[in-house]
Every structure is written in C-alpha cells, then in structure tokens.
C-alpha cells in the first residue's frame, strides 16, 4: 500500500508571517513522515505557494548532511529551523560505517566518482560513471570506504510533486486506486464500513477558506472519489486547519493499514 496526499497551493493563504508559514508546512512533512506517506502532491487551487510548499516540503525530507550540497542559502529558507525534525530511517545520525548500511549521499567529485553520505570521509562510489546529485547507496566496504547504489528496504520519505494543475486532473495524473476526500460535510468516519485497500491510497485536503469539493467547483471540475468523509466527527472548533486534517486523517487510517 501506498500512501499519497494531496494539498491545495493555497495552503498558507491566511498566514502571513514567514515563521509561521515555514511551521505549517514543516507540521505536514512531519505528519506525513509519521504515517509512511510516499507521495505528497500540490494542486492548484488559487494560491501563490506552490514553489515555497515544494522547497520546504523538499528541505525537511533531505538529510541534514545534506542540506548543505542541495539547498544554497536563500531568504525562502530563513526560518528553515522551526521545521521539526523528522528522523526517519534516511535521517542518519552520523556513526561508524558497517557494510550493508544504506544512507543517502550525494556525488561531490567527478572523475572517479565520492558521495558525501554523511560520515567523516567520502566514500568511493563504484560505478558511478555519469551519477550527479543525491542517490541512495549501500555501504561495501569500510577500508576503504566504498558504497554502490541501492534501493531502501524500509520507509524512506516522501517525493514531492508540484503539478500546476487544477485537483481533478492532479488525481488523474496520480493514477490512484482509491480516492479519499476529506470533508466536514462528508459521511462520518466512524459510521462507514470501509473495504481492505491496496495499492495507490489518495487522501485530499482542502485549504484553510475552501473545501475539496468547493475548490472542484471552483474549476469546474468534477471528480468521482472513492469515499468523501469527515475523518474529525464532532469537532469541537469552527474550523480545523489542514495540518491538523492532514495528522488526523493518517491517524484514523493507521489503524486500518495491513501492509
């Protein structure tokens, strides 16, 4: 089972403060990581965020040894320290190496390939002929420290798509096996049998002044969901924001995950 969610590119359209906004979304990646989601989309519902939501969303997943290779200083990340960590398995702290140890790196020479991943010296990336960027890799040997390129065996963060395009075409382009949209006006959780998922699972959210469906209205659109539910029955506040949907709506799903 693979878990996507999918939140509006207006987002932060009430918060004005860079702090704030940075927290917010810092709070969605730290949910999403939470619960194992692979996927996080943006869709375009009307807002200006769309490229601040994808770099901090991106900035939060990567390593922090990382950070350094991929992200240059730039005004967008002044309040990058209120994001929570996430500590996911690919959120290595720095130890000895072991061989069989997967950590992500990035390549940091040419010629003769080394990837920084996050230890006291490079390592020594065989066939690695034309890598650029971050990969994944597995640790070979320690003296010298040599890794190849690998593919995880546990959670491993999320990928983000920033898609510009409006919500029914985003599920489309998802190619999803179920599609959930959440909504205070939808069926209550509680009382809706659901079925056993597999496959590609989508949860959608809206923004802070719209709901899902208001947002399809919006563009004219119109997208058949699998189920439309009120994951937060009986709340006790006039509005719930989308992190606080985001980490309550994976909450009530974890209990029912088989995978």
Do not use: C
Not at 172 to 198: H, N, Q, W, Y
Request: positive net charge; aromatic residues 10%.
């Amino acid at each position: 089972m693979t878990w996507h969610i999918f939140i509006p590119d207006s987002l932060l359209e009430e918060s004005k403060d860079q702090k704030i906004r940075t927290y917010k979304i810092g709070q969605i990646a730290r949910a999403a990581s939470i619960f194992g989601v692979e996927h996080i989309w943006i869709y375009r519902a009307g807002g200006k965020d769309g490229k601040f939501i994808k770099l901090i969303l991106e900035y939060a997943e990567t390593p922090q040894y990382l950070r350094r290779h991929l992200f240059p200083l730039r005004d967008e990340l002044r309040y990058a320290g209120v994001i929570p960590p996430l500590r996911t398995p690919h959120h290595k702290l720095k130890s000895k190496p072991k061989v069989g140890e997967i950590r992500e790196g990035v390549i940091v020479k040419k010629g003769r390939m080394y990837a920084d991943i996050g230890l006291d010296e490079l390592a020594v990336v065989e066939d690695g002929k034309g890598l650029k960027g971050r990969h994944t890799f597995r640790i070979v040997s320690t003296k010298p420290l040599k890794v190849v390129l690998a593919q995880p065996e546990e959670y491993w963060g999320y990928k983000v798509h920033l898609t510009k395009k409006s919500l029914a075409k985003t599920l489309k382009k998802a190619r999803l096996d179920v599609a959930i949209a959440t909504s205070r006006k939808g069926e209550d959780v509680r009382r809706v049998k659901l079925p056993e998922f597999e496959g590609n699972i989508g949860f959608v959210f809206g923004s802070p002044r719209k709901g899902v469906l208001e947002i399809l209205r919006d563009f004219n659109e119109d997208y058949e969901f699998d189920l439309i539910l009120n994951t937060i029955p009986n709340q006790k506040t006039q509005t719930v924001r989308t992190e606080e949907a985001v980490l309550a709506t994976l909450a009530v799903f974890n209990f029912i995950r088989r995978d």
